[in-house]
């Protein structure tokens, strides 16, 4: 049996039709069918059945009797499993919207407050989030930032790039910090899938570099934390993942060793001691091994099982995705909303509603095209009041605009279901605020954003210039109490997206952010 659904051409014979039968009108052969029909592909014969309901008309069989239609014995009418289900559990997944920095880290630190899961999918430990609780500033670069949660589980995907020491002297940092982190190797999971970023790794990041340099007189501006080398040992198939450390660590050694030196090969100059490196994997492997799970199974029972709430914390961000972002100048993973899937497992139905994290002015780390950059006071105004140093490498970030087109286009990547709007508050001390609203190149306006980086250097931006408010909005807990101008700001973002602002940020600590619905 197979299904015609749609419309079907059926070619006929053209000579006279036997006797006791007739040939379909010319009108008639062209059928529209949504049923099933037996027999031969291609063949022009038809059950009675199969004449049902032709062209709007009533059930008639060839010879103008009703058909009748008989249920086939033994098969139900109606099967439970093929009646659509709705997923149990969906995932809520919190991503940026320009180049990263800004903000994530609260956003997800606010609604991992009643998570029961809080996922990393993507990124290594190049990225970094802030989160500040009870006066206390947290940095974390692969841990969840809803690790802070001791109700939550913090789960690592197979997607995460780790390296080792970076996890475990991260977690020692901030529990000298506070009490916030007291219990996380309790509430952690580790994917076997993920793969492992080698100390030679981190060293090939920065010979690249170096390298870049010296060719083409500019480089990517990486973090040197060895993520691009481990995702290209992913993509080589010749990368190590967790589930090989914790197994039997004589064939894990044998690979390891393997691969040190292919790099070794390929850079000369490179540095490895593989035995020490070695003997310190080892020590870190008793401490890993009751983290790691199956994490494809630990989604699955997350996602079908009793009610939870599943909260997915993005690195990095939209336009440094590796497919979609500001190519070359972007990071070796998707940290666009498909990550999520490919990251953790995750089917694209599971996937529930998609936040962007939007800073109300634009920063970048690192080299690469920036459209509203402002090398100038309101550049470096932007840059001393918002404190604008990464959290991995402490660099100073270039500041610029709010750019909407940059925001739109994360938008159509992503499909937001509302913005969370970040640091307002670094805009108080200004009289007017500009927002680029449309990009030109030779005068003509670019309908979008352009795949092109040399493009995207020559584009004039085209700004809308709105009023300041001049005052603080620092004390406002609500949107009634922000001054109308901040007010009319949020809602020309809004309108310009045509996406909600769910939230906005106006300082440092999780009570400083207004929900707005």
């Given at each position: 049996?197979?299904?015609?659904?749609?419309?079907?051409?059926?070619?006929?014979?053209?000579?006279?039709?036997?006797?006791?039968?007739?040939?379909?009108?010319?009108?008639?052969?062209?059928?529209?069918?949504?049923?099933?029909?037996?027999?031969?592909?291609?063949?022009?014969?038809?059950?009675?059945?199969?004449?049902?309901?032709?062209?709007?008309?009533?059930?008639?069989?060839?010879?103008?009797?009703?058909?009748?239609?008989?249920?086939?014995?033994?098969?139900?009418?109606?099967?439970?499993?093929?009646?659509?289900?709705?997923?149990?559990?969906?995932?809520?997944?919190?991503?940026?919207?320009?180049?990263?920095?800004?903000?994530?880290?609260?956003?997800?630190?606010?609604?991992?407050?009643?998570?029961?899961?809080?996922?990393?999918?993507?990124?290594?430990?190049?990225?970094?989030?802030?989160?500040?609780?009870?006066?206390?500033?947290?940095?974390?670069?692969?841990?969840?930032?809803?690790?802070?949660?001791?109700?939550?589980?913090?789960?690592?995907?197979?997607?995460?790039?780790?390296?080792?020491?970076?996890?475990?002297?991260?977690?020692?940092?901030?529990?000298?910090?506070?009490?916030?982190?007291?219990?996380?190797?309790?509430?952690?999971?580790?994917?076997?899938?993920?793969?492992?970023?080698?100390?030679?790794?981190?060293?090939?990041?920065?010979?690249?570099?170096?390298?870049?340099?010296?060719?083409?007189?500019?480089?990517?501006?990486?973090?040197?934390?060895?993520?691009?080398?481990?995702?290209?040992?992913?993509?080589?198939?010749?990368?190590?993942?967790?589930?090989?450390?914790?197994?039997?660590?004589?064939?894990?050694?044998?690979?390891?060793?393997?691969?040190?030196?292919?790099?070794?090969?390929?850079?000369?100059?490179?540095?490895?001691?593989?035995?020490?490196?070695?003997?310190?994997?080892?020590?870190?492997?008793?401490?890993?091994?009751?983290?790691?799970?199956?994490?494809?199974?630990?989604?699955?029972?997350?996602?079908?099982?009793?009610?939870?709430?599943?909260?997915?914390?993005?690195?990095?961000?939209?336009?440094?995705?590796?497919?979609?972002?500001?190519?070359?100048f972007v990071t070796s993973s998707n940290c666009t909303v498909g990550g999520v899937c490919t990251g953790l497992g995750v089917p694209p139905s599971y996937v529930g509603r998609v936040y962007g994290v939007?800073?109300?002015?634009?920063?970048?780390?690192?080299?690469?095209?920036?459209?509203?950059?402002?090398?100038?006071?309101?550049?470096?105004?932007?840059?001393?009041?918002?404190?604008?140093?990464?959290?991995?490498?402490?660099?100073?970030?270039?500041?610029?605009?709010?750019?909407?087109?940059?925001?739109?286009?994360?938008?159509?990547?992503?499909?937001?279901?509302?913005?969370?709007?970040?640091k307002l508050d670094i805009l108080d001390t200004l009289p007017e605020i500009k927002v680029a609203v449309a990009y030109k190149v030779n005068g003509q306006p670019l309908p979008s954003f352009p795949a092109?980086?040399?493009?995207?250097?020559?584009?004039?931006?085209?700004?809308?210039?709105?009023?300041?408010?001049?005052?603080?909005?620092?004390?406002?807990?609500?949107?009634?109490?922000?001054?109308?101008?901040?007010?009319?700001?949020?809602?020309?973002?809004?309108?310009?997206?045509?996406?909600?602002?769910?939230?906005?940020?106006?300082?440092?600590?999780?009570?400083?952010?207004?929900?707005?619905?």
């Amino acid at each position: 049996m197979f299904y015609i659904q749609g419309e079907e051409k059926v070619k006929l014979k053209e000579d006279v039709p036997k006797s006791g039968s007739r040939a379909l009108p010319v009108e008639d052969r062209t059928r529209q069918y949504d049923f099933p029909v037996c027999g031969k592909r291609g063949s022009s014969m038809a059950s009675e059945s199969s004449m049902a309901n032709i062209n709007g008309r009533e059930n008639t069989s060839l010879n103008g009797e009703p058909v009748v239609k008989r249920p086939r014995e033994g098969v139900p009418q109606e099967h439970p499993l093929r009646t659509p289900k709705e997923p149990q559990n969906k995932v809520t997944v919190v991503l940026g919207a320009q180049w990263g920095d800004e903000g994530k880290g609260k956003v997800v630190d606010l609604l991992a407050m009643d998570a029961d899961i809080v996922c990393r999918c993507q990124g290594g430990n190049n990225a970094g989030h802030t989160v500040v609780v009870d006066s206390v500033e947290y940095d974390f670069h692969l841990l969840p930032s809803g690790v802070l949660n001791k109700k939550a589980i913090s789960f690592i995907g197979n997607g995460v790039v780790i390296h080792l020491p970076g996890l475990f002297e991260e977690a020692e940092k901030n529990l000298r910090k506070g009490k916030g982190l007291q219990g996380w190797e309790e509430r952690l999971k580790i994917s076997d899938r993920a793969h492992i970023v080698f100390n030679f790794h981190q060293a090939v990041d920065g010979i690249q570099e170096q390298q870049r340099q010296q060719q083409e007189g500019k480089n990517l501006g990486t973090t040197k934390k060895g993520i691009g080398p481990a995702y290209s040992s992913k993509a080589a198939r010749n990368g190590l993942r967790v589930c090989d450390l914790v197994s039997d660590f004589k064939v894990f050694e044998e690979k390891f060793r393997m691969l040190a030196e292919h790099f070794r090969t390929m850079y000369p100059n490179l540095n490895v001691d593989i035995d020490s490196e070695l003997e310190q994997l080892k020590e870190y492997t008793e401490r890993l091994r009751p983290l790691v799970t199956d994490g494809v199974y630990f989604m699955h029972k997350a996602l079908t099982g009793p009610s939870k709430k599943i909260l997915v914390e993005g690195a990095n961000a939209a336009l440094l995705d590796i497919d979609f972002g500001t190519y070359p100048f972007v990071t070796s993973s998707n940290c666009t909303v498909g990550g999520v899937c490919t990251g953790l497992g995750v089917p694209p139905s599971y996937v529930g509603r998609v936040y962007g994290v939007v800073k109300a002015y634009t920063t970048r780390v690192g080299v690469g095209a920036f459209p509203t950059e402002q090398d100038n006071e309101t550049g470096n105004l932007l840059q001393s009041r918002g404190r604008e140093f990464g959290v991995t490498t402490g660099r100073r970030r270039r500041c610029g605009w709010l750019d909407l087109i940059l925001v739109r286009y994360a938008h159509m990547v992503n499909g937001f279901s509302a913005i969370a709007l970040t640091k307002l508050d670094i805009l108080d001390t200004l009289p007017e605020i500009k927002v680029a609203v449309a990009y030109k190149v030779n005068g003509q306006p670019l309908p979008s954003f352009p795949a092109n980086m040399d493009d995207l250097t020559q584009v004039k931006v085209e700004y809308e210039t709105l009023p300041g408010w001049c005052c603080s909005t620092e004390t406002a807990r609500s949107f009634e109490e922000l001054p109308v101008q901040a007010q009319n700001y949020i809602r020309f973002i809004e309108e310009f997206l045509q996406v909600p602002v769910k939230w906005v940020g106006v300082g440092k600590s999780r009570e400083s952010i207004i929900k707005l619905f």
